[in-house]
């Protein structure tokens, strides 16, 4: 079978390759070709001899201009993938490197690729897009753990495979341009048109891959940086019609505000991807772990709630309230009048009186309050002492006649029975003093009280 496929770097190749019927090492029969890319084929096949055992078999196209760096990444891909064992990470079962073909017998996975969600379903929620870079993370931590980077991660390259609880389990795949830790990003691949070697997608590599620079783990936390970037968004951030342009904007330009294209997003996810897709590496997650748990909030169902952006009219509304609230709070410290009393201001309350024949009643809790003390009493008046100028000038007081008789008080004598019979409850008056004459003698009392 003949199949025609674009290489990574614009070439068109045809090439032989094995049809669905065959069988290849005597023991692995092609049921249906799965999909192909530039460097090469995918299968379903079965096994001859366990009969319910189903893999993948990744066949390689041949490359004649570069034949001897292709077989090198194969068998670097084979010799890196059978070394990681996790399970976000695509297990390799056995390898061919013989006259009859260059494949991979791999496990065989039932799902999609993130690109292809993407193109389906358009940006993910923000649960599902962390808790898939999360699980990739993962996968390559390990990788970084057993000494290699990756060097190409992108939506194709993590693969959404269906468990049997429903459920969806990230590998991450294509280990083929893989490199060890502190060598040069650069590889093997030429692209014709300008002479650059390349590797990797353009639109996904780091700015320091992209001049030739030492990488690190740091260079797949900017890869998967701007996957969860499209993942949230469903756009690429940096898009341009020529390689040469793309790489200027990588190197020199910042990449459109997710906010901008994403509003609703929580601030502190935002943040976390521009922080993994900054521009300087030294500024980025030092490790694939570190920027994993910095997605830990967000990956949950009880993740932070997306903020919607306040409308105008929202907006003038918190002005509104915040205005009436300082007037509230200035009104409250202003002092009032003695004619304005409030709440704060109250004219003072004249306590009441406790009357001593009523019992008082103290709430619980109060401290007991003190009777006042009784009102001293005053000494009685004592009647003044008749001399003789006073009785001279009670002697010369002129007779009250006509209307005044009538008002003045009749006095009776101090024996008069009707008096005492009218106050029987007065105690008697004590008897006056005797009035003295002039010469010492005591004067006779008359008997009745002059008008």
């Not at 019927?21 to 079965?46: A, N």
């Not at 007037?327 to 001593?356: D, G, K």
Request: net charge neutral; hydrophobic share 40%.
């Amino acid at each position: 079978m003949t199949l025609r496929a674009t290489t990574p770097t614009g070439l068109i190749l045809a090439a032989d390759v094995p049809k669905p019927g065959d069988v290849l090492g005597g023991k692995y029969r092609i049921e249906r070709l799965l999909g192909s890319g530039g460097m090469g084929v995918v299968y379903e096949v079965s096994h001859l001899v366990m009969t319910r055992s189903r893999f993948a078999i990744k066949w390689w196209l041949p490359v004649e201009s570069n034949a001897s760096d292709a077989t090198r990444r194969f068998k670097r891909e084979a010799k890196i993938s059978g070394a990681i064992r996790h399970p976000n990470v695509v297990e390799v079962y056995d390898v061919n490197l013989d006259d009859s073909g260059a494949y991979l017998v791999m496990e065989l996975l039932d799902g999609e690729s993130l690109a292809d969600r993407i193109a389906r379903a358009g940006p993910l929620p923000v649960a599902d897009a962390c808790q898939i870079v999360d699980s990739a993370l993962a996968g390559v931590a390990a990788a970084h753990a057993a000494g290699v980077i990756h060097r190409d991660l992108k939506p194709a390259n993590i693969y959404l495979s269906r468990t049997d609880a429903a459920g969806v389990r990230p590998k991450v795949l294509d280990f083929g341009i893989s490199h060890a830790l502190s060598r040069s990003c650069l590889a093997e691949t030429s692209d014709q048109s300008n002479g650059i070697a390349l590797t990797g997608t353009p639109a996904y590599m780091a700015p320091e891959q992209l001049r030739n620079e030492p990488c690190g783990p740091r260079t797949d936390v900017y890869a998967l940086g701007v996957t969860l970037y499209e993942a949230l968004s469903g756009r690429r951030p940096f898009d341009a019609r020529s390689y040469a342009d793309l790489v200027v904007k990588i190197l020199t330009g910042a990449a459109p505000a997710l906010r901008q294209r994403v509003p609703e997003l929580p601030v502190g996810l935002v943040k976390v991807v521009e922080r993994a897709m900054h521009r300087d590496a030294d500024q980025r997650f030092e490790t694939a772990e570190s920027f994993a748990c910095a997605l830990r909030p967000y990956t949950s169902a009880e993740a932070p709630a997306r903020q919607t952006p306040p409308t105008r009219a929202r907006r003038w509304l918190w002005i509104a309230v915040a205005a009436a609230g300082a007037t509230a709070l200035w009104l409250r410290s202003t002092p009032r009048t003695a004619s304005e009393p409030t709440a704060q201001h109250e004219a003072p309350r004249t306590p009441a009186v406790h009357s001593p024949d009523l019992p008082l009643e103290i709430p619980p809790g109060e401290p007991a309050l003190r009777a006042p003390p009784p009102p001293k009493a005053e000494p009685p008046e004592q009647p003044p002492v008749r001399t003789a100028d006073a009785e001279t000038a009670q002697a010369r007081r002129p007779p009250i006649v006509g209307a005044a008789r009538a008002k003045a008080p009749k006095l009776r004598p101090a024996n008069d029975p009707e008096a005492s019979a009218s106050q029987p409850d007065r105690e008697p008056a004590p008897p006056p003093e005797p009035a003295r004459s002039a010469v010492g003698m005591p004067k006779p009392e008359p008997l009745f009280n002059e008008f």
